[in-house]
T-cell receptor, first 113, second 116 residues
Framework: AQSVTQPDIHITVSEGASLELRCNYSYGATPYLFWYVQSPGQGLQLLLKYFSGDTLVQGIKGFEAEFKRSQSSFNLRKPSVHWSDAAEYFCAVFMYNTDKLIFGTGTRLQVFP | SAVISQKPSRDICQRGTSLTIQCQVDSQVTMMFWYRQQPGQSLTLIATANQGSEATYESGFVIDKFPISRPNLTFSTLTVSNMSPEDSSIYLC?????????????FGSGTRLTVV
């Protein structure tokens, strides 16, 4: 069955440190992949997306993600985290055979000054 | 991308009552989606609402509990019926822009529902 896994429920980093949030998917075809961020009390904002082509995609707020087909992964990275990045991050896969967007369980990022 | 207005933003309701959540989009969209986000959980798709047809519900969700209307291409409502405390969640509507692969999905800011 199609699924999205985010192994890390909660991550804490210091401001200025680098960040990597993991995402693994299970899907029979090449997926459309997304990362969303949800700040406290807010809706979801799209950070970046991958459909095809260059496997390293750039997003907003200085985030990037790399699609690795061999590892079925789409990890989110940021070289230097800011306190305002504290939020919940969701990886999602769009299954174009069913027109559904499936979310991972999310990773809560906490940033210490 | 589309802009979504979702109302109410939050509500506290008595058990046994019903709440209707509205989702207004600033452009015409074919597909609208309703999600539930239980406390501390991820988003779960409730149903897909297409204009002019019955909504399609996911496993575990039924029309009697979550009736959906989609009267036109810019508006939808989700009703949470006969509420219990277990229905306390954030409910979000989402739309897929034409050529969803290129634009992704846009989400409303959500309705935070507390049932007491």
């Amino acid at each position: 069955a199609q699924s999205v896994t985010q192994p890390d429920i909660h991550i804490t980093v210091s401001e200025g440190a680098s960040l990597e949030l993991r995402c693994n998917y299970s899907y029979g075809a090449t997926p459309y992949l997304f990362w969303y961020v949800q700040s406290p009390g807010q809706g979801l904002q799209l950070l970046l997306k991958y459909f095809s082509g260059d496997t390293l995609v750039q997003g907003i707020k200085g985030f990037e993600a790399e699609f690795k087909r061999s590892q079925s992964s789409f990890n989110l990275r940021k070289p230097s985290v800011h306190w305002s990045d504290a939020a919940e991050y969701f990886c999602a896969v769009f299954m174009y055979n069913t027109d559904k967007l499936i979310f991972g369980t999310g990773t809560r990022l906490q940033v210490f000054p | 991308s589309a802009v979504i207005s979702q109302k109410p933003s939050r509500d506290i309701c008595q058990r046994g009552t019903s709440l209707t959540i509205q989702c207004q989009v600033d452009s015409q969209v074919t597909m609208m989606f309703w999600y539930r986000q239980q406390p501390g959980q991820s988003l779960t798709l409730i149903a897909t609402a297409n204009q002019g047809s019955e909504a399609t519900y996911e496993s575990g969700f039924v029309i009697d509990k979550f009736p959906i209307s989609r009267p036109n291409l810019t508006f939808s409502t989700l009703t949470v019926s006969n509420m219990s405390p277990e229905d306390s969640s954030i409910y979000l509507c989402s739309v897929a822009a034409p050529g969803v692969g290129a634009h992704g999905y846009t989400f409303g800011s959500g309705t935070r529902l507390t049932v007491v």
